[in-house]
Nanobody, 127 residues
Framework: QVQLVESGGGLVQAGGSLRLSCAASGRTFSSYTMGWFRQAPGKEREFVAAINWSGGNTYYADSVKGRFAISRDNAKNTVALQMNSLKPEDTAVYYC????????????????????WGQGTQVTVSS
């Protein structure tokens, strides 16, 4: 059984920064693609960022490109999402997800490609 636990969410003013972390257990972390998704009230879950098993390939939604950065530490079984220049529209529950190694490219943008999910962490950006 895979467990993903997110942390680092909170309340921040527009223009501020937050760093989300996701700790994984129960599978060979270094073999899997990791992704971050978010869901705002009344909206569908949307892709934010993903990183392949080695960390050599990263993918970002256009809305966060240049502001967010995803990284992973395979020795510590963690994946992080550094969020800078936050905007009120970034307010959402952020979810960490794990998927098979072949979830790369356009597949990495699809939440259905991931098979394990964390419980989520709330990020609120005030204007």
């Amino acid at each position: 059984q895979v467990q993903l636990v997110e942390s680092g969410g909170g309340l921040v003013q527009a223009g501020g920064s937050l760093r989300l972390s996701c700790a994984a257990s129960g599978r060979t972390f270094s073999s899997y693609t990791m992704g971050w998704f978010r869901q705002a009230p009344g909206k569908e879950r949307e892709f934010v960022a993903a990183i392949n098993w080695s960390g050599g390939n990263t993918y970002y939604a256009d809305s966060v490109k240049g502001r967010f950065a995803i990284s992973r530490d395979n020795a510590k079984n963690t994946v992080a999402l550094q969020m800078n220049s936050l905007k009120p529209e970034d307010t959402a529950v952020y979810y960490c997800a794990s998927g098979p190694h072949y979830v790369v490219g356009t597949r990495a943008l699809n939440p259905d490609a991931y098979d394990y999910w964390g419980q989520g962490t709330q990020v609120t950006v005030s204007s």
